[in-house]
């Protein structure tokens, strides 16, 4: 028997809180759910974002990466000019947890989203697979990223990478051919393995490293070119583009200087450790794509299975071709200010949605 609890939450001494619009805390004790769900900013639309299903230390922990993961999603929706706020749903998973206890979790978590007074468009992040969007889907109408509809977002993420490349190629370059570029792809999953696809397709050269050794085997059976090189060590692969596609918090005083690439651009969030991070990458010439820039291209695809018209694989695929356009824009205007490519990034976005103006 659901025992679902909604309460708002004040997290304003939160030092990650930056003007959130709602942080709600969920509760169903008898079905074992606590979770938050962080609205940052509706201004351009309402709120979507992933959904985590993650082992948190605390409830602090959890809170904490939900409020900096929706506030991104804001910067996120901004820049791709989707009509929507971020957002994020952070589950904590509970230790050793059956399938069948989390498939009770998540129905719980479901039918607490018609909840909330507003609506909160979610779907797969870490911790949830096709299954679980399965789960949540039929228990609610607010769920993206349905595989009957525009399936998983990692395959469009991948696309969005592709394209950003291309616009840093073009402005480092002039060109955006791939021919005789070496791309070294760290992290081999979902989006990393369509990243190389798409990369070998347009004629370069592959290096790639996962810690998982089934991820690198798959790799191999599709990329038998591909070399392969030791997750601690690709970042220092002399190569014209660095893609991280494994986790964040991969740029720091200690990796920046054993950086050998011209580009990085990759799909893994929060890539730089800290803002100065950003401002480092600057200085030492190497041309950084910011992270929600390059992997909007899954959030394009779960956004437009809610526009007016249904979803149109056609409109997503010119949708995520602009992204080249835009980095072409932050790099161009980087250049022009002598700032680094982030902070370009962001105060773009924030013209677009603190403006208020709904593209
Ligand atoms: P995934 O979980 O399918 O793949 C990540 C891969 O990285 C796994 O194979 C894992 O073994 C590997 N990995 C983890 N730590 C590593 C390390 N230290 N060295 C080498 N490999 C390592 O995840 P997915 O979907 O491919 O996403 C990749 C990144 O892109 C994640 O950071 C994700 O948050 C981000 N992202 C994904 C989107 C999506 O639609 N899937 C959209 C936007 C961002």
């Not at 992270?291 to 010119?318: C, F, K, M, T, W």
């Amino acid at each position: 028997m659901s025992n679902l609890k909604i309460t708002s939450f004040d997290a304003k001494t939160f030092s990650d809180f930056d003007n959130h619009k709602n942080v709600f805390r969920i509760e169903d004790t008898a079905e074992g759910l606590l979770a938050f769900i962080v609205i940052h900013n509706t201004n351009r639309g309402s709120a979507i974002g992933g959904t985590r299903y993650w082992h948190y230390e605390d409830e602090v922990g959890a809170l904490r990466d939900a409020l900096r993961l929706s506030r991104a999603m804001t910067y996120k929706c901004a820049i791709a000019e989707v009509p929507f706020g971020g957002a994020k749903g952070v589950i904590l998973a509970p230790n050793n947890a059956s399938q069948e206890q989390k498939d009770a979790i998540l129905i719980s978590y479901a039918e607490a989203l018609a909840e909330l007074g507003e609506p909160f468009y979610t779907g797969e992040d870490v911790g949830l697979n096709e299954h679980d969007v399965q789960v949540l889907e039929q228990h609610s109408k607010t769920i993206v990223g349905r595989p009957d509809v525009g399936g998983l977002p990692a395959k469009w993420a991948a696309l969005s990478v592709f394209y950003a490349m291309e616009g840093a190629l073009v402005m480092q370059s002039g060109s955006p051919s791939f021919a005789g570029k070496k791309v070294a792809i760290k992290g081999l999953g979902g989006v990393g393995i369509d990243l190389s696809s798409l990369l070998e397709k347009a004629g370069a050269t592959l290096v790639g490293a996962d810690i998982i050794p089934e991820r690198v085997e798959r790799a191999l059976v599709n990329h038998p070119t591909m070399e392969i090189v030791d997750s601690m060590a690709i970042h220092s692969m002399p190569v014209d583009i660095y893609s991280p596609c494994a986790m964040g918090n991969e740029f720091n005083a200690q990796t920046i200087p054993e950086l050998k690439t011209k580009i990085i651009c990759g799909a893994a969030n929060n890539q730089l450790t800290t803002k100065s991070d950003g401002q480092r990458l600057f200085e030492t010439g190497i041309l950084y794509i910011p992270d929600y820039v390059a992997n909007a291209g899954g959030l394009i695809s779960v956004a437009d299975e809610l526009h007016p018209l249904g979803y149109s694989q056609e409109r997503v695929e010119s949708d995520i071709k602009r992204i080249r356009n835009t980095v072409e824009k932050i790099i161009e205007i980087s250049i022009r200010d002598s700032v680094p490519t982030g902070e370009v990034a962001d105060a773009l976005a924030e013209e677009r949605f603190l403006k208020r103006d709904i593209a």
